[in-house]
Structures are given as structure tokens and as C-alpha cells.
């Protein structure tokens, strides 16, 4: 009778060990989880009003039926770090960051022109150096780039000689 009282007494607690685990493993799984509270919001506007002025003069002096231009596109979607080359991401961090003002593309969507608003904020060192890395990125891909000034009125002939001359070439 003690013995038949041990292998059930051990049964017993085997069987409470093994619904204490279950216990401790379902009841996190059950319970419910805390809402996550993204802390984004809206821009007001995709684009600056300097870039939605210099946006609607481009649309002016464009062809539309050659042309489209995409505003702030990152460079990591224009170029790509050729295959094989060592340092992948090292090369990728450089571009993915940076996303000119704008880039005129033709129907298919391949870049031909990218077109860089420069303000006041490209006259600190640090934007300078950015810049021209951006720059020599561009170059290495054979893609031209047209640096204008951001100004309040721009010479629409002058301006869209420029892109016609750099996508003539």
C-alpha cells in the first residue's frame, strides 16, 4: 500500500509540475499586449515652399510627354553599389541618406537629370562635404547633376536651356 502511495504521491506531482510549466508558458501568451503608440505625425507638405515654387517652374519648362520629375528622391534609389564591390554597405550608407530636390527622369523612370536647390543651409561645411560626395556619386554613375540657387524669381529661359543642354549631350 506505501509503495502504491509513493508512485501516486510522485504521479501527483509530476502531473502539478507539468501544469505549472503550461501555466507559466500560456498565461504571458494570453495576455494582452500594450497598444504601441507610434510617435509620427503628418507633414504639412511633402515639399518646402522653395521647392514647391522651383517644382511648378520645372513643370512649366519640362516637356511632360518626355519628361517626369520626381521630388526628393533618395540617391539609394537612383544608384546602387556596383556588384562585387567590397564594402557594400559602407558604399550604401552614403547614398541612402541623401535625396536631392529633384530628378528628372524619362518615361521609363531612368534618371537623367538630377537638380539640387541650393539654399543657405548648403553653405555650412559639413552640407558642402555632403554635397559633394553626393556629387561624386552622381559622376561615378554618369548621371549629371545641375546645382541652381534658390532664389525668389528664376530666369525660366536661362534655367530650362540648362537642362535641355545637359540632357542633349
Same mark, same amino acid.
Given at each position: 500500500?506505501?509503495? #502504491?502511495?509513493? &508512485?501516486?504521491?510522485?504521479?501527483? %506531482?509530476?502531473?502539478?509540475?507539468?501544469?505549472?510549466?503550461? /501555466?507559466?508558458? #500560456?498565461?504571458?501568451?494570453? $495576455?494582452?499586449?500594450?497598444?504601441? +503608440?507610434?510617435?509620427?505625425?503628418?507633414?504639412?507638405?511633402? !515639399?518646402?515652399?522653395?521647392?514647391?515654387? @522651383?517644382?511648378?517652374?520645372?513643370?512649366?519648362?519640362?516637356?511632360?510627354?518626355?519628361?517626369? +520629375? @520626381?521630388? &526628393?528622391?533618395? #540617391?539609394?534609389?537612383? !544608384?546602387?553599389?556596383?556588384?562585387?564591390?567590397?564594402?557594400?554597405?559602407?558604399?550604401?550608407? $552614403? /547614398?541612402?541618406?541623401?535625396?536631392?530636390?529633384?530628378?528628372?527622369?524619362?518615361?521609363?523612370?531612368?534618371? !537623367?537629370?538630377?537638380?539640387?536647390?541650393?539654399?543657405?543651409?548648403?553653405?555650412?561645411?559639413?552640407? %558642402?562635404?555632403?554635397?559633394?560626395?553626393?556629387? $561624386?556619386?552622381?559622376?561615378?554613375?554618369? %548621371?549629371? %547633376? !545641375?546645382?541652381?540657387?534658390?532664389?525668389?524669381?528664376?530666369?525660366?529661359?536661362?534655367?530650362? &536651356? &540648362? +537642362?535641355?543642354? +545637359?540632357?542633349?549631350?
Amino acid at each position: 500500500m506505501q509503495r #502504491l502511495f509513493s &508512485q501516486s504521491s510522485f504521479l501527483f %506531482i509530476l502531473v502539478g509540475m507539468v501544469i505549472c510549466v503550461v /501555466i507559466a508558458v #500560456l498565461v504571458p501568451l494570453l $495576455k494582452p499586449k500594450e497598444k504601441e +503608440i507610434f510617435p509620427y505625425k503628418k507633414n504639412n507638405y511633402l !515639399l518646402t515652399s522653395n521647392k514647391r515654387a @522651383f517644382y511648378a517652374l520645372l513643370k512649366e519648362i519640362v516637356d511632360p510627354n518626355k519628361y517626369e +520629375i @520626381f521630388p &526628393q528622391v533618395r #540617391l539609394s534609389d537612383i !544608384l546602387k553599389v556596383k556588384a562585387g564591390k567590397g564594402k557594400y554597405m559602407t558604399y550604401f550608407v $552614403k /547614398i541612402s541618406t541623401k535625396a536631392p530636390a529633384f530628378v528628372l527622369c524619362d518615361k521609363k523612370t531612368t534618371p !537623367l537629370l538630377v537638380l539640387e536647390l541650393d539654399d543657405a543651409s548648403n553653405e555650412k561645411e559639413a552640407k %558642402i562635404a555632403r554635397d559633394g560626395s553626393a556629387d $561624386k556619386a552622381l559622376a561615378a554613375a554618369k %548621371i549629371p %547633376i !545641375l546645382h541652381v540657387v534658390c532664389k525668389k524669381n528664376y530666369n525660366k529661359e536661362e534655367l530650362q &536651356q &540648362q +537642362i535641355e543642354a +545637359i540632357l542633349n549631350k
